[in-house]
């Protein structure tokens, strides 16, 4: 595709012209992660992120991949009384994640420097609202934890699952890039039949899942 949304290019431009709910002390920022090309949450996919926010009002959030801070200060805006873990490896976002949660007070916002993997399994749940956007190959590797942690009634969100339509196309736009989709279809698959998760995919952005965590006897007849 030579757009980065699962939407013809007009609807896209439309959509985007609209008015944002985006928090207006967050609009400086939001604009300047995007003329850098910082790899944050596209629009659409915070225009979502902002409206399950307001419907959930979750306590306490995990985010992984904080990239520079963006997604993260915006669910800090919506939900003022939670407290946020977010896990980033990446030594230059993290400079500029601290950064900018120190500017646009991210005083409920606890920053982990590292590997995802290695500091998932070391955190203690439940979470009720749990978002991932950070390497697409890891995805199926953070799955158990990310399962683990979530409190039940508790929602998952993924960004960019369908990777720029290459997963449901079912080849990669280079061959570097094969494992990834691979990787990803597997993903959305094991969410799909996963017995703990309720999982819609939505053509959102780059395609997102939204999951919901069970009770253990949901379903079950009385």
Do not use: W
Request: with cysteine; proline share 8%; net charge negative.
């Amino acid at each position: 595709m030579a757009y980065d949304c699962l939407i013809d290019p007009v609807t896209e431009a439309y959509l985007r012209a609209l008015p944002s709910a985006l928090p207006r002390d967050l609009v400086p920022l939001d604009q300047y992660v995007r003329a850098q090309g910082f790899p944050v949450s596209s629009r659409e996919a915070i225009e979502f992120l902002i409206l399950l926010c307001r419907m959930l009002q979750p306590q306490r959030i995990l985010e992984i991949g904080t990239c520079v801070g963006y997604s993260a200060l915006v669910m800090s805006r919506l939900c003022p009384n939670a407290t946020i873990d977010t896990i980033e490896r990446n030594p230059a976002m993290i400079s500029d994640a601290k950064a900018n949660l120190d500017r646009y007070h991210g005083e409920h916002i606890t920053l982990f420097e590292g590997d995802a993997a290695v500091i998932l399994p070391n955190l203690s749940g439940p979470y009720d609202l749990i978002y991932l956007d950070a390497a697409k190959g890891q995805y199926p590797a953070y799955l158990p934890d990310c399962v683990r942690l979530l409190r039940e009634g508790g929602v998952f969100l993924v960004d960019d699952v369908l990777f720029r339509g290459q997963v449901p196309a079912g080849k990669p736009d280079c061959h570097r890039n094969q494992t990834i989709v691979n990787r990803l279809d597997a993903f959305i698959r094991r969410l799909k039949d996963h017995p703990q998760l309720t999982t819609t995919v939505l053509p959102i952005s780059d395609g997102m899942t939204v999951s919901v965590k069970r009770s253990p006897n949901h379903g079950e007849k009385a």
